[in-house]
């Protein structure tokens, strides 16, 4: 979420743990501009152009986003 608020014109692809110690954990954040040219001709990155992708990371839709919220489980008894 600090990535995303810092830099606000780019995009959060994904974000995963790397480290903690007792007091920090530390996240890897891969960004991505989504008004560069080989980002919007790419068709399997292209998506993340896209106006209802801006600011995944604050509603939890990476991939530490989504571990926090309890959603790694697929299949059954998955429902929250």
Request: overall charge positive; glycine content about 8%.
């Amino acid at each position: 979420e600090r990535c995303g608020r810092k830099c606000g014109s780019l995009r959060v692809l994904n974000s995963y743990w790397v480290a903690q110690d007792a007091v920090y954990k530390w996240f890897e954040v891969v960004m991505v501009d989504p008004f560069h040219k080989v980002i919007r001709d790419d068709p399997r990155i292209n998506w993340i152009c896209k106006p209802v992708m801006k600011h995944r990371e604050l509603r939890g839709l990476t991939a530490a986003g989504r571990k926090a919220r309890g959603l790694n489980v697929k299949g059954k008894r998955a429902t929250k």
